[in-house]
Nanobody, 126 residues
Framework: QLQVVESGGGLVQPGGSLRLSCVASGSTLEFYTIAWFRQAPGKEREGVSVLTSGGSGGHTAYVDSVKGRFTISRDNANNTMNLQMDSLKPEDTGVYYC?????????????????WGQGAQVTVSS
C-alpha cells in the first residue's frame, strides 16, 4: 500500500519561495495521479495542483490563484513528488497536503484521492 511522507514548509516572507516534497513508499508513485491540497484556518480543504500519471509526462492543472507561481512535479527515480512555490502571498498560508490516487483526469476533489501525507504548515508573513 502506498504511503507518503511530507517534508518542507515553514515561515517565509511575502514574495519568497518554498518547496514541498513527499516521498512515497510501498508502491510506485509513477502510476498514480498526484495532487497538492491546502487548508487555511476556518476554511475547507482546497485543491492546489494536480499532475496525472502517463508516459508523456502527464497533464497538469492548477487552481487559478496559484497559476504562474506554483509548479507541481514528480521525480520517478526517487519516488517523490514536489510543489515549488514562488512569489508567495499571505493568502497562501495554510496546511499543505500531498495526495495520490488512481484516477483519470485532473480532478481536485479530495474524495478521489486515497493516500495522503501528514500535512506541512506554510506561513507567509512579514
Amino acid at each position: 500500500q502506498l504511503q507518503v511522507v511530507e517534508s518542507g514548509g515553514g515561515l517565509v516572507q511575502p514574495g519568497g519561495s518554498l518547496r514541498l516534497s513527499c516521498v512515497a513508499s510501498g508502491s510506485t508513485l509513477e502510476f498514480y495521479t498526484i495532487a497538492w491540497f491546502r487548508q487555511a484556518p476556518g476554511k475547507e480543504r482546497e485543491g492546489v495542483s494536480v499532475l496525472t500519471s502517463g508516459g508523456s509526462g502527464g497533464h497538469t492543472a492548477y487552481v487559478d490563484s496559484v497559476k504562474g507561481r506554483f509548479t507541481i512535479s514528480r521525480d520517478n527515480a526517487n519516488n517523490t513528488m514536489n510543489l515549488q512555490m514562488d512569489s508567495l502571498k499571505p493568502e497562501d498560508t495554510g496546511v499543505y497536503y500531498c495526495a495520490a490516487g488512481l484516477l483519470y483526469g485532473t480532478s481536485m476533489s479530495p474524495g478521489l484521492y486515497d493516500y495522503w501525507g501528514q500535512g506541512a504548515q506554510v506561513t507567509v508573513s512579514s
